[in-house]
């Protein structure tokens, strides 16, 4: 197994380890944060911090993006210096740029309230002003997760992001419901304490690890190659975005609060499983860099075949899962959930479909090819907006889901067919068919199982859950894994039984 193989696998199970926690505390937090404030109250904030959460992206610039890019390049150089300075310019220049946006924000907020977001009502006049401040810290926080993938140190990141931030949000939340009862405030608390001290704890890390530096005017002039890198990642990062959050900010727009709160819990229970392909796109994207400059492109072509058939297992286990049980799912959150089941299905099928090329967006932008995926974006950005317009008066966030389902399917098949024509790669082998057998099996057996099974809805889940998983890794340890998934599963066995000790 090579030394990219090996790095790729253990920065990878560390993020694993950590969205798994994450995941864990993130629902931890929505089960308090639905039940105690209720459909209505969960949609306003939702709707409103939609709505900032594009700022970060313009801020950024792109830049997060781009010293991904450019720090593997600049330590096969041995450029140091070079690295330090730009880490240094890069959070000066998103800080700037996050502080004017957020006086333009206020000062503009009664044209944004009443036209923009059509909120008339007092209670999202206090949420706004409140939430505003955090796109400095938000921004900081996003370019922190750059550096740490560029220099292929991910672990302070996934500490922060899957420990730190997520425990202070439960902590914060009960205490303020405690004190101030069932507040919007006491949300918004939780949102503001656990964002900032988690800022904080990442910018001490890249401090501690020396990878700060003075600037120099010479500096200034090469910085420019990576802010022309980086530019078309902006409206990449940025047309991503909106694709992403146009269904959650357009039911906010033509229907209600309520609507928003329930969709906002089946997308993130239906994006659970993207976790696995966040976890390797954290790593294999600078990894690709690295290989790609070094004209390694069969090693390239072998990682990303592992890796794709690992992340569309996970989301094909995950939508067997919520396809039998998606109303008890929902039903944890409370019973005015509910009525959100199908579109969880929906929310799911997408992200399988997003799942299947797995890492084909980092392969195009990683080996010099940005523009095409801003172009992707782009186009993705007018489909789905159009297709939520059309859906949502009709089908309510069932339409929103399937709009979202569809704009991901051809954004995806579309950077597939381009990565093939440009590098003649793709992601399937064999071993996917065995794969597809092993989870078709195992989801048969658990839908006969269900049927023979009446407890209470929460120990069904998880007696469902753990049997479909157990049944499916026997299956597939048989069946369907080569030898090449044997060895990183060893690696990183060995690593956590490393840590362990």
Request: include cysteine.
């Amino acid at each position: 197994m090579s030394k990219e193989i090996k790095n790729v696998t253990k920065q990878s199970g560390i993020v694993f380890i950590g969205k798994v926690l994450g995941l864990v505390l993130g629902l931890i937090f929505n089960v308090l944060a639905a039940r105690y404030l209720g459909a209505e109250l969960f949609g306003k904030f939702t709707y409103i911090f939609t709505f900032i959460s594009f700022f970060p992206i313009i801020a950024l610039l792109g830049i997060q993006q781009g010293i991904v890019y450019y720090i593997p390049k600049l330590d096969e150089e041995k450029n140091y210096k070079f690295k330090s300075e730009i880490i240094t310019i890069s959070f000066l220049i998103v800080s700037l740029i996050g502080v004017i946006l957020s006086f333009v924000l206020i000062l503009n907020s009664d044209f944004i309230l009443n036209t923009v977001l059509n909120s008339k009502e007092e209670a999202y006049n206090s949420i706004y002003y409140l939430v505003v401040p955090l796109i400095v810290f938000l921004a900081l926080s996003q370019l922190a997760q750059g550096v740490f993938r560029g220099v292929k140190h991910i672990k302070p990141f996934v500490i922060n992001q899957d420990f730190i931030v997520p425990l202070l949000k439960i902590l914060v939340l009960v205490i303020s419901i405690i004190f101030l009862g069932n507040q919007i405030e006491t949300i918004i608390l939780s949102f503001y304490v656990s964002i900032i001290i988690g800022c904080l704890y990442l910018i001490n890390a890249i401090r501690k690890k020396d990878l700060f530096g003075k600037i120099s005017l010479e500096s200034m002039k090469n910085y420019k190659q990576v802010l022309l890198y980086s530019f078309p990642l902006l409206f990449t990062g940025f047309l991503g975005f909106i694709s992403q959050k146009t269904d959650v900010f357009m039911i906010g727009y033509l229907l209600n609060d309520q609507d928003v709160g329930v969709y906002r819990i089946a997308l993130q229970i239906g994006t659970l499983s993207s976790f696995t392909l966040v976890a390797f796109n954290m790593i294999f994207a600078p990894t690709i860099s690295s290989l790609f400059h070094k004209g390694n492109i069969k090693e390239l072509e072998l990682m990303f075949k592992t890796i794709t058939k690992w992340v569309v297992t996970v989301n094909l286990l995950a939508f067997g899962l919520i396809l039998l049980l998606n109303e008890e799912i929902m039903l944890v959150f409370g019973y005015e959930f509910l009525f959100g089941s199908t579109a969880l299905v929906l929310v799911a099928i997408g992200q399988v479909v997003n799942a299947g090329v797995g890492s084909a967006g980092q392969f195009l932008t990683m080996t010099g090819h940005p523009f095409l995926t801003m172009i992707i974006n782009f186009m993705t950005v007018i489909l789905n907006i159009f297709l939520n317009l059309t859906f949502i008066p009709k089908f309510g966030i069932e339409g929103a889901a399937l709009a979202s389902l569809m704009s991901v399917a051809f954004a995806n098949i579309l950077k597939l067919i381009l990565l093939y024509s440009i590098h003649r790669i793709q992601p399937y082998d064999r071993y996917f068919l065995k794969m597809l057998l092993s989870v078709s099996l195992s989801f048969i057996v658990i839908y006969f199982l269900k049927l023979f099974i009446d407890f209470h809805f929460i120990i069904s889940i998880l007696i469902l859950a753990i049997a479909y998983i157990m049944i499916f890794l026997i299956l597939y340890y048989f069946v369907g894994m080569n030898n090449e998934d044997k060895r990183i599963l060893n690696e990183i066995n060995k690593y956590i039984k490393l840590k362990l000790k």
